[in-house]
């Protein structure tokens, strides 16, 4: 699954990545465990959304998952395998990268 026993993509594939997505990012969770992946766009964003019951909250985080890491591809019939934190930290580390939240204080003008 996520475990990187096949070794990490390389800088090509990174490249081809960027080329196709625009800005990427790294997370490692462990000495196993790490991913790449890139923001939510507004369009997938709103898509998700509607689809998604207000009820069921994990719906919608592990689209987003599936959505926007790049690698290693989850497979969403082994994401019950995960650690129990896994989905929700991704989906908190897209997100931020995705602008929701904010990064700084407002400046008053």
Known sequence: MPENAIGKPS??????WKLKFGEL???KFSDTESYIYRPLRRLEYKQIMSVAQPENKSFAEERVVQTCVVWP???????????????STLVDLIMAASNFGVSEEPVRL
Do not use: F, H, R, W
């Open 11 to 16: 800088q090509e594939q990174i490249n081809e």
């Open 25 to 27: 990012y790294s997370a």
């Open 73 to 87: 591809v989850i497979d969403p019939t082994k994401m019950s395998v995960l650690k129990a934190g896994t989905i």
